[in-house]
């Protein structure tokens, strides 16, 4: 072996350095890319994943030009599975008068990547493939399921499992959602979570139903469209996925309305002491089902046509989640422990940036850890990654309440395609 006496006395170890460790807890979409990232630069990961599989939610996601830039580079081509261009925006009001007919598709040549529309299933299958398979590039990213992270020794890099087993990384990535156990190990206390105010039903319908009803059929007909109906406190999202088969709508409504227990600001309260687990489950348990008498009810007001295609919704997959926030944390990282995703930042939906965040987070941890990084200059090449990340994930954090606010005289606050256009258009990491 040969010393290059140059390098400061901590490297005089070896010339190539071995392979990062790195554990990562969670392997949602975040963890899944993080994994991608780093494998891609020839380190050994291995993702704790607490559920018994690796499943994720019945439901569409955005991949904006920013994050999908990033899936793109990988190889990862939503088309190949069942990801729809978004070419197109109508927004009505509630009643179904027409106020805006955007068209997408000169954007999406002038974005360096296209707006897409996916199944999150299809996604999270296709992050699942690329992290682990023998065919990609670097080492393949081994899953563990089952493995529930309980605490994380930040300045040894030690991940103790509930089953007590000690896993020793170079970098332990929390990755573990807007609930984040390991964020208690950056900070030592549990952050506070509290409700945005929102709520939203949620579910998938096909496609070639609303076309077989003629009330219906003429909203909905267009491939590629996304379609939004306001009023001053409500609002409702479709967009296809699957190839344009499936349609997936959001509801969105103050919270109030579907949780009246939680609307004297219990939630906000409960979270202060949410470090018990009881109350986290009580927590999680407010994402629950709904019904379709419930929709009714609450969107009263809107679209007779909307209204008729809520009829039609399979019931048992009409869910109620809760939108929540949490309060901006001074810091992301510790030692060998780095956060990522809505463990470091949980987004309102507002502007479909929550995973595409995550996404971003992933890519510039595989920037920030290039192959050949020694192990011991993990802790300041990850304060670098948080120095990258933070203030941009921060705005448009705020971009995404700040979209999610009600009107205001009629009027909404902010042109969310604006927004939209101007944020998300282009790469901010280039790799
Ligand atoms: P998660 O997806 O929550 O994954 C965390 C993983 O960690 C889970 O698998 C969990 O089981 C595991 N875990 C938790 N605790 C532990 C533990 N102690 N040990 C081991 N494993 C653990 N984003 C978009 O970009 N576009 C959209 O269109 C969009 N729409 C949305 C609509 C709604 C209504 C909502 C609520 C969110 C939406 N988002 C959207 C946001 C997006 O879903 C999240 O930001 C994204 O999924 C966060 O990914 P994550 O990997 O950080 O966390």
């Not at 606010?405 to 990491?429: C, V």
Request: aromatic share 6%; hydrophobic share 40%.
């Amino acid at each position: 072996m040969t010393i290059n006496k140059t390098l400061p006395e901590k490297h005089l170890v070896h010339d190539n350095p071995r392979p990062l460790k790195v554990a990562i807890v969670g392997a949602g979409i975040g963890g899944l890319c993080a994994a991608i990232a780093l494998r891609r630069q020839g380190h050994q990961v291995e993702l704790y994943e607490q559920s018994k599989s690796v499943t994720e939610t019945g439901a569409a996601i955005h991949l904006a030009p920013n994050s999908n830039g990033i899936l793109r580079r990988w190889g990862i081509l939503a088309e190949t599975f069942g990801g729809n261009n978004a070419d197109g925006f109508v927004e009505r009001m509630s009643t179904g008068e027409i106020i805006k007919d955007v068209d997408l598709t000169s954007l999406n040549k002038m974005w360096q990547h296209p707006w897409q529309l996916v199944h999150r299933v299809a996604l999270h299958n296709k992050l699942k493939e690329t992290a682990t398979s023998k065919a990609e590039p670097g080492i393949p990213a081994v899953i563990r399921t089952a493995s529930k992270a309980v605490h994380v020794d930040a300045e040894a890099g030690i991940l103790t499992l509930e089953d007590g087993t000690s896993v020793v990384a170079d970098a332990v990535i929390g990755a573990d959602g807007v609930y984040s156990r390991t964020r208690n190990f950056v900070h030592g206390k549990q952050a506070r979570l509290f409700s945005s105010g929102k709520a939203a039903f949620r579910f998938l319908l096909q496609k070639k139903t609303a076309l077989e009803d003629p009330l219906t059929a003429p909203l909905l007909e267009k491939d590629n469209v996304l379609s939004m109906w306001h009023a001053e406190d409500r609002r409702v999202v479709v967009y296809p996925c699957n190839h344009n088969e499936t349609l997936n709508f959001v509801f969105i409504h103050p919270d109030s309305e579907s949780h009246a227990t939680q609307s004297d600001g219990a939630l906000s309260l409960l979270s202060e002491y949410m470090a018990t687990e009881s109350l986290l489950i009580r927590l999680k348990a407010w994402n629950k089902q709904g019904s379709i008498d419930q929709v009714l009810k609450v969107f009263r007001d809107f679209d007779p046509a909307l209204k008729k295609l809520i009829s039609k919704v399979d019931e048992s997959e009409l869910k109620v989640w809760q939108l929540l926030d949490m309060e901006q944390l001074p810091s992301w990282t510790r030692m060998r422990l780095a956060l990522l995703g809505d463990a470091a930042h949980p987004f309102t939906p507002h502007q479909g940036q929550g995973a595409g965040q995550a996404m971003e987070d992933a890519a510039a941890l595989g920037t920030v850890l290039p192959k050949g990084t020694y192990p011991a200059d993990v802790p300041e090449r990850l304060q670098l990654y948080e120095r990258i990340r933070y203030k941009r994930a921060h705005m448009i954090q705020e971009y995404s309440r700040q979209a999610g606010r009600d009107w205001i005289n009629g009027k909404p606050q902010i042109d969310m395609m604006a927004y939209t256009a101007y944020n998300f258009g282009h790469d901010e990491i280039d790799h």
